[in-house]
């Protein structure tokens, strides 16, 4: 069995660089929504009918079918480079990247949660799976993509889109701004070392895209600056590094392929684990794309669908040889907010437009200077950060938490290059902070007033859980107290075993010193936790 096409040389894996997929900012949304929006579960209808009305009335209407064609188009020329870069950094024949762009993005297009948006092979996923091909071979690394796909189709079946709404707004913000600087960085390289005639095109292309909107937005400004510089370095005969430098593209289509792997737990030991991995990284970030562009475009997508979308677009992927991918968000950027588009359209002809492109104007395509869409990437990174954040009279007003939050996302993300470990680390930071925070509301009060000499009562009040609750014990006198203890709890909340313990701890404390501890005033939740674990948790103190 052959498989999808020879890996590069070594050398090409040293020369890589992690070209970052990419964000949406959150802009002002007036100017982007959607002309046909999808419901919202208030109204009970399902996302697939918004999906399909959005799309009919863009086939009914040349003005937003053109948008939609016209965006399709700058997004495939964008992710070309992209596609082969990415690769590169997996260590796999470029061929893999671009088939696995096409498929992904023409299968989102009819399963995914979120229209407009794109998916196609990315570097956080070649990252994590990289060590497959190195390591194993194509046929094992293709293995791993479908078996990924299963699993994020498992994850998506079970609900784990719900998970995104423990991710705090600060760790949003941090996402935003860190995908920001990566695209910045991810273009560094096409810009040292190279010809001084690289600069005043990267100039010229961000000056059309500034003020070319100015003049008409019927046609999309990054497209206009691709084509100008394409024509002008050709007709000047400039010699400046182009998409051709990048990479071999195709000659034909993506066939179907079969991994030829054993079916053996031998087998499943070595690629579970990029495959878990790859699942999790993927959907991680599909997911924040999905509800970046959500806000963006003031409209609501099925998070729930697009992680089980994500999945079977994997499964297509890697039976087409594909290297698979998950959302990109620097090209959904410039579908949504550059180019305009709203619907499965631009999505799917983003696809087709690709495979297109690489195959029947291959050698067109090459001639397209880097230049050009290092100034679109610049474009694209400036308009994604959240300039808002860093302002200083925003930063004045932020809490100092939730400023740390948004600055440990950012570093981490962009020490690691991946998307997942930030997100994961803003996220542990912010809960520490959280926690933190809560605890210091927790007080326990004595009452000097009581029935008689030998009793005294304590007011606790505030969430008891392992943060707050680990000082309760020392909230109390156990030898100066009376005999009679009585622990009101009405303002209180039990929420764990650690509260639980800590309950228990008071009460052996005193018992100890032959007092009697009646705890009262417990609402029904606490009740029942404290019923089920009290004195069955063991000598915690």
Not at 406 to 434: R, S
Not at 465 to 482: I, K, R
Request: charged share 15%; proline share 6%; aromatic share 8%.
């Amino acid at each position: 069995m052959t498989g999808p096409g020879p890996r590069p040389v070594p050398g090409a894996l040293a020369r890589a660089t992690d070209r970052t997929e990419t964000c949406v900012s959150q802009e002002t949304r007036a100017s982007l929504r959607d002309p046909a929006p999808e419901p919202t579960p208030a109204t009970g209808a399902p996302e697939a009918d918004g999906s399909l009305r959005a799309v009919l009335a863009a086939l009914r209407s040349p003005r937003v079918l053109r948008t939609e064609v016209l965006a399709g188009l700058v997004v495939a020329l964008a992710l070309i480079p992209e596609a082969i870069a990415f690769s590169i950094i997996a260590g796999v024949d470029p061929r893999l990247g671009l088939f696995a762009s096409f498929t992904m993005a023409v299968t989102i297009a009819f399963v995914g949660g979120r229209p407009a948006m794109i998916s196609a092979a990315t570097g956080a996923i070649a990252l994590v799976i990289a060590p497959v091909a190195r390591e194993y071979g194509i046929d094992y690394f293709i293995a791993t993509v479908i078996l990924a796909g299963i699993i994020q189709v498992v994850f998506g079946v079970l609900g784990v889109a719900k998970l995104m709404r423990f991710i705090p707004r600060s760790v949003m913000v941090g996402f935003v701004n860190a995908l920001a600087i990566l695209i910045f960085l991810s273009q560094v390289p096409h810009l040292t070392g190279v010809p001084w005639a690289v600069y005043p095109l990267v100039a010229a292309g961000i000056a059309i895209m500034v003020f070319f909107p100015r003049l008409t937005k019927v046609v999309p400004a990054p497209l206009v600056a691709i084509a100008l510089l394409t024509v002008v370095v050709i007709a000047a005969g400039i010699a400046v590094p182009t998409v051709g430098d990048e990479g071999a593209l195709p000659e034909s289509l993506p066939a179907l392929f079969f991994p030829d792997v054993p079916l053996t737990f031998e087998t499943l030991r070595v690629i579970a684990p990029y495959a878990v991995a790859m699942a999790l990284v993927g959907i991680l970030e599909s997911l924040l794309t999905a509800k970046l562009v959500d806000d963006v475009t003031d409209t609501h997508s099925n998070k729930t669908r697009e992680a089980w979308g994500q999945g079977v677009a994997n499964i297509v992927t890697g039976f087409f040889g594909g290297m698979g991918g998950c959302a990109m968000i620097g090209q959904t950027m410039i579908n949504v907010k550059a180019s305009g588009a709203r619907t499965r359209i631009s999505t799917f002809l983003a696809g087709v437009f690709l495979l297109g492109l690489v195959v029947g104007l291959g050698d067109v395509v090459a001639a397209i200077p880097m230049a050009a869409l290092v100034a679109v990437m610049i474009m694209v990174s400036v308009g994604t950060f959240d300039w808002h954040s860093v302002r200083l009279d925003t930063l004045a007003r932020m809490p100092k938490s939730e400023t740390s939050v948004m600055l440990v996302t950012v570093v981490v993300t962009v020490a690691t290059h991946n998307l997942a470990y930030g997100v994961i680390a803003g996220v542990l930071v912010a809960m520490v902070m959280f926690a933190r925070r809560v605890a210091h509301f927790t007080t326990v009060t004595r009452l000097d007033a009581s029935d008689a000499d030998d009793r005294r009562v304590y007011a606790v009040q505030g969430e008891l859980f392992f943060a707050s609750s680990n000082d309760l014990v020392y909230q109390f006198d156990y030898t100066g107290d009376p005999t009679d203890i009585v622990v009101d709890l009405s303002q209180a909340h039990v929420w764990d075993a650690s509260s639980v313990a800590a309950l228990d701890a008071v009460r052996t404390k005193y018992e100890r010193r032959g007092k009697n501890v009646t705890f009262i005033g417990m609402n029904a939740d606490t009740t029942t936790r404290f019923d089920r674990l009290s004195g069955r948790l063991g000598a915690a103190h």
